[in-house]
């Protein structure tokens, strides 16, 4: 069973794309890292799955 899943996550700042297409799932007991260099959107998906 998914605790967490994900499927194609967008995220727009007004006309501007910021995030396009992310998609994940997490089990119990999983651990999840975002890993990638500045500019990347790490943050900007996180914040989404934080509200």
């Known amino acids: 069973m998914d605790i967490v899943a994900i499927d194609h996550l967008k995220k727009y700042y007004g006309t501007s794309r910021g995030v396009e297409d992310v998609s994940f799932s997490l089990k119990q007991g999983e651990i999840l890292g975002f890993i ?11 914040r989404v799955l934080m509200n």
């Open 36 to 46: 990638g260099p500045n500019g990347a959107e790490k943050s900007p998906v996180i």
